[in-house]
């Protein structure tokens, strides 16, 4: 898995949006300590959260399954631009079969759970997806064959409001082991002074 953050909105655009509600534009220190401070007394403590949904991000991921897509269709406030299965699986047509064991070769196109009869399994559905794109299935069809751990990648735009939530439902231990490696490297892509607004919102794992 690999996560990119293409763009953001800088915190001094939260901040005047706040400001426009009390017209208080003369307070404002351009993004520093003092706006910083009232996004996170306005947009958290106060939970007045519809002010965050100024705060957009927009991320670049790649090497997620088609399992883990499917989590991320239920997160509403969201937009999605996914790799196409109708354009892209020449790349899997073009390769030679490969051996139930090749775990290393294989990972080029699934995602690995290391549970190994899983991964067998992931890997004998590879092969018969292209079996039956070299056949001459066409691939709108042949698609439908395609195992959950198939690799897949997209651009991802969520404001914070629905990150803060993205962040608090899957970096928690219950979550699905695949996305919630994706919530923390979320988290870590953000930018230094905008992570103070997620910090409460991450699961953290109890030291004794």
Known sequence: ????????????????????????????????EKDRALIDRVGNKFKHASTLEHLVYTFYIRGISRALLQELARHRMASLSVKSTRYTLKELKECAPFDPDDFEGASRFIVLTGKEAVDRASIRALNNLQELLKEGIGNDYAKYALPESYKTELTWTINARSLQNFLRLRSNKAALWEIRTLAYSLYERLPEDHRYLYTETLYREETP
């Open 1 to 32: 898995m690999d996560v990119t953050l293409l763009h953001y909105t800088p915190l001094e655009v939260c901040a005047h949006a706040i400001r426009t509600c009390w017209q208080s534009f003369d307070k404002s220190d351009e993004g520093g």
